[in-house]
């Protein structure tokens, strides 16, 4: 019997954290791998949702389960959201990119998303509470988007140490 693969998770400040992710063409057994192994590493580390830049890759991919059942398991291929709506409600939100910070994130309660499933078929689907702020949250890193950049000043302080660790891992890693 194999394990499955699991990824390392990849920290802020990585630059592949920022990029653009970009469009899956191909549903193959390979795109299968990748979902299964982020679903393993989402586990592993206990997050809710995973998308594929944290471990590295640049696809629009995201998997989560909100509810930690295990029905609830979703992976979105080339998701979009095609409209927010509904109550800005604050909510303290957390990133496996972010080992140890917490920070109440502002986010519209309702999103409609379309995605792709593992085969290629297409979905569309309206979102609202926890699972809606997962899809925002996870959507926002297939563009680059981060926990840091949505953070009131006041947590960005309040977490500044954390942060600044985070960077100095970061360069000590990079310098071997
Ligand atoms: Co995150």
New binding site residues.
Partial sequence: MTEPLQYDLTLYPSPVLRKQAETVEIFDEHLRGIVEAMFHTMRDSK?V???AP?VGLKRRVLVMNHSTEEGDDRAMINPEILERSGDLTLYE??????PGIYAEVQRPDVCRVKWQDLDGKEHEQTFEGFESRVIQ??Y??LVGV??VDRMSSADKLRNKVALENLVYDYKAAQRG
């Fill in positions: 997050g949702g995973l998308a944290q939100e957390g990133c496996l990119s972010f949250h996870e926002d890193h981060l926990l």
